[in-house]
Each structure stands twice: as C-alpha cells, then as structure tokens.
C-alpha cells in the first residue's frame, strides 16, 4: 500500500487549498481513511476521517471550515481547506487504516502566513 499526498504550499490567511492523497496497491476500501497533521513541536493530530460509510468526523477547529471528500474510483481522498489561519500550518498527512496496519503517507506542508 502507498499513501501519496499533494496540494500543500503556501496560501495567505483566508486563503484555500485542497490537499489529494492518492492511495494504491491492495486497497480494500477509502472508507476509513482521514487526514492527520503535525505542526512543529507539536503531538500529531487528527483533523478529519471518514467514520463508517457516509459520516465524516472534524476536529473542534477545523469544523465549518474543512471538508473531507473521497473517489472510490480513484482511490484519492480529498481535504478542501477554506478560511485557512496561521495555525493550520503543519505538515499534513493522510492515513489508511486496514487490518492490523496503519499506513501513512510521507505528507504535505501546509504554510499559511501574510
């Protein structure tokens, strides 16, 4: 399984990016996928998931404001990011979990600074 994420940069306060992570290989389903992110000297967290077919799950901060979205053609998820604020700046990674494993992508930098 390969997790591989893109979409990331640089984007002034307000501003908006929408993140992909394609996923290959033995893929049973995206349905539990999410996305995870780190920011410097900080534990990672997570920021949104698919919970079950059809529910999604946010964090208390990116409520309202992020939206987790998938293609079970293309084995891509997608994390549109609008309102973006300084503290979203991490770097971002989506995660499968399937079976025992976890996999994870290598992740994206997201930068939001004027």
């Known amino acids: 399984v390969q997790l591989v994420e893109s979409g990331g940069g640089l984007v002034q306060p307000g501003g908006s990016l929408r993140l992909s992570c394609a996923a290959s290989?033995?893929?049973?389903?995206?349905?539990?996928m999410g996305w995870y992110r780190q920011a410097p000297g900080k534990q990672r967290e997570l920021v949104a998931r698919?919970?079950?077919?059809?529910?999604?799950y946010y964090a208390d901060s990116v409520k309202g404001r992020f939206t987790i979205s998938g293609d079970n053609a293309k084995n891509t998820v997608y994390l549109q990011m609008n309102s973006l604020k300084p503290e979203d700046t991490a770097i971002y990674y989506c995660?499968?979990?399937?079976?025992?494993?976890?996999?994870w992508g290598q992740g994206t930098q997201v930068t939001v600074s004027s």
């Open positions: 995660n499968l979990p399937q079976g025992l494993n976890r996999y």
């Open positions: 698919f919970v079950n077919v059809g529910n999604t």
């Open positions: 290989g033995s893929i049973f389903s995206i349905n539990a």
